[in-house]
């Protein structure tokens, strides 16, 4: 099984400032990771697939990078909406696999 | 719009049985694969299961031989069969469209979940 970690945990940051949220895979798994953003109480959402393909509505200050082992979830300046907790999921071999998540808190 | 509707969850004591239903509309059914992925209260995201457009099966070790996925095309729905359940499965779980027909397809839409409880 492929083991996805994200880091840090928490990010503590205010609105305006830029975000960096990693994940890293136990086995290479190409470009076949998928970040989600999930808010209290509802589902989560797509935000980047593949990767780097950003999902339909999703604003461009939200940019997927890496391939291989090491991917990053940048949010350019973070708006008020965008605090909430992030996962990582791969879909390169079975089982499918989630990250235990970045949670993106106000300062 | 894409629209995932689950039901049929509820309280369930260990060992019991429970089906959960996911209703589709918006899209055409049949042409996608189907997940469903799990949240156990306070915690991460687990997926559970996958079902291909043309039937293919998989699943998370921690239900193979438990739990089972089928679609009913005619319907637009897609089951989940959850059969010697346990604490650990107490979760919501989400039904969720696949980015097409592959099993292995990125999960692209969610549906609000059903909440399961298995009392310990």
């Known amino acids: 099984e492929i083991v996805l970690t994200q880091s840090p945990a928490t990010l503590s940051l205010s609105p305006g400032e830029g975000a960096t949220l990693s994940c890293r895979a136990s086995?290479?798994?190409?470009?076949?990771l998928a970040w989600y953003q999930q808010k209290p109480g509802q589902a989560p959402r797509l935000i980047i697939y593949d990767a780097s393909n950003r999902a339909t509505g999703i604003p461009a200050r939200f940019t997927g990078s890496g391939s291989g082992t090491d991917f990053t979830l940048t949010i350019s300046s973070l708006e008020p909406e965008d605090f909430a907790v992030y996962y990582c999921?791969?879909?390169?071999?079975?089982?499918?696999?989630f990250g235990g998540g970045t949670k993106v808190e106000i300062k | 719009e894409v629209q995932l509707l689950e039901s049929g969850g509820g309280l369930v004591q260990p060992g019991g049985s429970l089906r959960l239903s996911c209703a589709a509309s918006?899209?055409?059914?049949?042409?996608?694969?189907m997940s469903w992925v799990r949240q156990a209260p306070g915690k991460g995201l687990e997926w559970v299961s996958v079902?291909?457009?043309?039937?293919?099966?998989f699943y998370a070790d921690s239900v193979k031989g438990r739990f089972t996925v089928s679609r009913a095309n005619s319907q637009n729905t897609v089951f989940l069969q959850m059969n010697s359940l346990r604490p650990e499965d107490t979760a919501i779980y989400y039904c969720?469209?696949?980015?097409?027909?592959?099993?292995?397809?990125?999960?692209?839409?969610w549906g609000q979940g059903a909440l399961v409880t298995v009392p310990s």
């Open positions: 999921q791969q879909r390169s071999n079975w089982p499918l696999t």
């Open positions: 969720a469209k696949c980015a097409d027909y592959s099993a292995s397809s990125a999960i692209f839409s």
């Open positions: 079902i291909s457009a043309g039937g293919s099966t």
């Open positions: 918006g899209f055409s059914f049949g042409n996608y694969a």
């Open positions: 086995q290479r798994v190409g470009s076949y």
